[in-house]
């Protein structure tokens, strides 16, 4: 088990950690969101992902993925090696169980930057455990802009995505908790509000039960 890091006077209180899924569609902002809040709370550490998907001149092999062959792929697979995996926009991706299950043992939180596929998937594995937030883009247009600005992918993939980003919005009703990126700072403030409220949930907390104990036979003079 370990402990709430960034509540303030909270006392030490043992609790369970938990896994946070942020999902939205290419461009709304997830990452973006991930990358700020791996940067500014300790307590989270991110479940990086397997892809068959080729890896793009910003990324670093092992940090944002691990770039795989297909044939790879299908070993983890077939072995049971990935608590969840998608194939989206022709692509494979998958997390690897090891970490996560290790994190969870650890009482560790553990961040899942993952589609609405996977995200159901964990959902169905770990129910009490997950807490899912769904990014959403203030509009079709902005979307179109940021996919354009990122200037990593052809005109052809950009509208592969923008075709995709539909299926992926219908979904947002299976998640715990929904935000419209129209400001990045709000945004991110938004979900760490998510993240403090959950962290307190009672049922999440099984140091409560001694904390509280504690309490009740102190004598106050």
Partial sequence: MTVSNDLGSTPAISRRGLMLVLSSPSGAGKSTI????LESDIGFSLSVSVTTRKRRTS????VHYKFVEKAEFDLLRAGDGLLEWAEVHGNFYGTPRAPAE?????G???LFDIDYQGALQLQQQAKHDVVSIFILPPSMEELKTRLNRRAEDSAETIAVRLKNAKIEIE????YDYVVVNDDLNNAFQAVKAIITAERLKRDRRPGLEA?????LGQTVV
Avoid: C, H, P
Wanted: no cysteine; aromatic share 8%.
């Fill in 59 to 62: 990324e670093i092999d092992g």
């Fill in 211 to 215: 904390f509280t104990a504690e309490l």
């Fill in 108 to 110: 560790r939180d553990m």
């Fill in 34 to 37: 991930a990358r700020n809040l």
């Fill in 171 to 174: 979904r947002w009703r299976d």
């Fill in 102 to 106: 290790k994190a969870m043992q650890e």
